[in-house]
């Protein structure tokens, strides 16, 4: 029969049964990464888009996991190499965010966007010393992972926080925005018993960074392109919490908490 001879209802009909047929992507599992004390376990491969990270620290330190894509042509030995001499942003790579400063035992949930290239996870507070983890970013035509509604959104200024509401008991998920117009990161720290902001401030200028004033948490580092939104998903206790920016000034021998991105918070019951 002549397909002007079968009536419309049927025409549609074979279409949608037709596109129900069809495979659909599947979702990629979460972005599992596993900081130790001398490197990170995680996957050789990732795929492009809006991804899933879990991370834990089975570490003895605090540690953190950055996302940098590297420059055309680079080698995770070329990295190394940049920053074991003193390169806080080696010529050509490109910081994509990631999971911030964690105590040992601790788990943290992110979801940020990847674009396709050759990448590195890193540990800023150990990156002379702990091996880089090397993995690759393909397009694979794989759906996004869509993070959680957010209860409220923190904005990343210079130099200051701005919360669109406050933070309070329970599990949160927090949309880290940076309107800049500098690189931002946010580190959540939670004090321990009889610690104030002048301890945080103490031990970030401190050689020796193990022994900390707080647990941390797991926050967002930054990214070279600030449009990004990076969504975390964290439970909060009753308690005092630090927010922390430390990345450098440009140009000048202090970091952002130095003129003022640091910022005491409670949590109540």
Avoid at 15 to 27: F, I, N, Q, V
Wanted: charge should be negative; proline fraction near 8%; glycine fraction near 8%.
């Amino acid at each position: 029969m002549a397909c002007d001879k079968i009536p419309v209802v049927a025409l549609v009909i074979i279409s949608l049964l037709e596109l129900s047929c069809r495979p659909t992507a599947k979702e990629p599992p979460p972005f599992h990464v596993v900081a130790t004390d001398a490197g990170f376990e995680a996957p050789a491969g990732l795929a492009a888009g809006l991804r899933h990270i879990i991370y834990e620290n089975h570490g003895t330190k605090i540690h953190e996991a950055m996302l940098v894509r590297l420059a055309t042509g680079m080698t995770p030995d070329d990295y190394a190499a940049q920053v074991k001499k003193g390169e806080l942003f080696p010529k050509g790579a490109l910081d994509y965010s990631g999971p911030g400063l964690m105590s040992p035992g601790q788990t943290a949930e992110i979801w940020l966007r990847v674009d396709p290239g050759n990448y590195v996870l890193i540990c800023w507070n150990h990156a002379k010393t702990i091996t880089l983890h090397p993995f690759t970013v393909e397009d694979v035509g794989a759906p996004d992972h869509n993070p959680p509604k957010e209860d409220l959104v923190i904005k990343l200024l210079d130099y200051r926080f701005e919360l669109s509401r406050p933070l309070h008991k329970g599990t949160q998920v927090i949309r880290v925005e940076t309107p800049g117009p500098s690189m931002h990161e946010l580190d959540l720290f939670r004090l321990q018993a009889g610690q104030t902001l002048a301890d945080v401030h103490r031990w970030s200028k401190q050689k020796e960074r193990d022994q900390a004033p707080f647990d941390a948490l797991g926050g967002a580092l930054d990214s070279h392109d600030i449009t990004h939104v990076v969504w975390l998903k964290k439970e909060f206790t009753p308690g005092r919490y630090v927010l922390h920016c430390e990345m450098p000034v440009a140009n000048i021998e202090l970091s952002h908490d130095d003129v003022g991105m640091i910022q005491e918070i409670e949590v109540k019951e």
